[in-house]
């Protein structure tokens, strides 16, 4: 452990012990601060969860596999790929 590394931590440990000592002062004051944060955090996790629910239930009225377009070749259909043996033996899939 360095010089420096050993100031951070027994910075932090002072903090700590600070804060500690304090804390029913700071908990008192801070208390308005701390229920507008939960509450701003609370709708953004909503938000977040409502969003994600969305597009889960888009990919699943979408009915087809997930990503199989990604995988064909130069924009083609999934299917035609796999359907022409020249091109598989193009790519040494064969």
Do not use: I, W
Not at 11 to 29: E, I, R
Not at 34 to 53: H, I, R, S, T, Y
């Amino acid at each position: 452990m360095t010089r420096s590394e050993f100031g951070y931590f027994c910075a932090g440990v002072a903090a700590g012990a600070l804060g500690h000592k304090f804390y029913p002062q700071l908990q008192q004051k801070l208390a308005p601060y701390m229920a507008g944060a939960m509450v701003f955090a609370q709708q953004a996790f909503g938000d977040a969860m409502k969003n994600a629910m969305e597009a889960a239930e888009a990919m699943q009225a979408a009915g087809g596999p997930v990503g199989a377009d990604f995988f064909s070749a130069a924009g083609e259909p999934a299917d035609a790929a796999a359907a022409d043996p020249a091109q598989q033996a193009s790519r040494g899939a064969a």
